[in-house]
């Protein structure tokens, strides 16, 4: 009985989180659309697969199996028929309230199902844990801003690169080979580019979840933890590929590998259940 109060306690306890949550973020999350994808998911759909990637749809080998790109995909081909920029300011805003309602919905839906009156909801001393300070934070905030210069730096030598190109294939036909040497370095630049904020947010979030200490947090912490590791693991080879193309680069690309290697060697030590994590969909 008192295991059973306990549990009762604790889901209560992660629902007014949640609800917290939803309200102050007001904003488009995978987390938030959990529900959503909870009660919508057929067999065609893995439950959940959203909130276990990095969110990089279009290099994505299970959008087929994903709701939330499913659901994306159908919010993009309706402003396609109205004749709507999916990007203006304005259908953002108008999509996101309307997934927050729908959400909200849902809540409230799911709220009823576990006779929790959402109105009143106890007061839950849910202090924000701020992990900002923590030598991993620390790194992953390094890395973020280190590689947003050499990002920088990177654009403008791959473009130089281009226009040079062009102009040696024209003379010399055979410059035409290193098209697929610049391709692979672009490629490069885009893994770098889509992971360095998502390491950082990913830490955080992995840090925040490990200090609220429960055991739902735990397992949150080792996903995010996962997710921001792979995308290291990425980055690293990234990096050793621009190393060994340009020797202007090679000192900034070295400094951003040893960052990387701290940022594995932390993750490894702070979230040893990242390893065994299993993916849903993604890790067999
Ligand atoms: S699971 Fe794949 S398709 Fe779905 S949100 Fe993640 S990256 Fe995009």
């Known amino acids: 009985m008192y295991q059973e109060n306990k549990k009762d306690n604790r889901f209560a306890k992660r629902f007014t989180k949640k609800v917290k949550n939803t309200y102050s973020f007001c904003l488009w ?13 057929q067999d065609k759909y893995i439950s959940g697969i959203y909130n ?8 994505c080998t299970l959008t087929k199996k994903c709701f939330l790109y499913a659901k994306e995909q159908k919010q993009l081909a309706k402003h396609k028929e109205k004749g709507e920029n999916p990007n ?12 927050f309602s729908e959400t909200l919905k849902l809540l409230r839906k799911d709220a009823k199902k576990h006779g929790i009156d959402i109105t009143a909801l106890p007061e839950v001393e849910s202090e924000e844990h701020d992990p900002s300070g923590h030598p991993l934070m620390q790194t992953a905030k390094t890395y973020l801003k280190l590689s947003h210069s050499f990002l920088e730096k ?14 040696r294939t024209e003379i010399i036909p055979s ?32 840090l925040q979840d490990k200090m609220d200490a429960d055991e739902f947090s735990q397992t949150d912490a080792d996903a995010s933890a996962k997710i921001a590791y792979i995308g290291v693991m990425k980055s690293m080879d990234a990096l050793k590929t621009i190393y060994n193309w340009n ?17 594995k060697k932390g993750i490894n030590e702070e979230f040893p259940g990242h390893i065994t994590f299993k993916r849903p969909g993604f890790d067999t």
Do not use: P
């Open 154 to 167: 990177l654009r403008k030598i791959i473009q130089e690169e281009g226009g040079d190109l062009i102009e």
């Open 88 to 99: 203006d300011l304005n259908v953002v805003m108008q999509d996101i309230k309307e997934s």
């Open 52 to 59: 276990y990637c990095d969110k990089w749809c279009e290099k």
């Open 175 to 206: 410059a035409a080979n290193d098209i697929g040497t610049l391709r692979q370095i672009v490629s490069s630049y885009d893994v770098i580019l889509w992971y360095h904020a998502l390491i950082s947010v990913k830490i955080h979030r992995a």
């Open 247 to 263: 020797k202007a680069l090679q000192d900034d690309a070295l400094t951003l590998l040893a960052k990387t290697e701290n940022l």
């Open 29 to 41: 999350s995978a987390k938030t659309v959990f529900l959503l994808g909870r009660q919508m998911a």
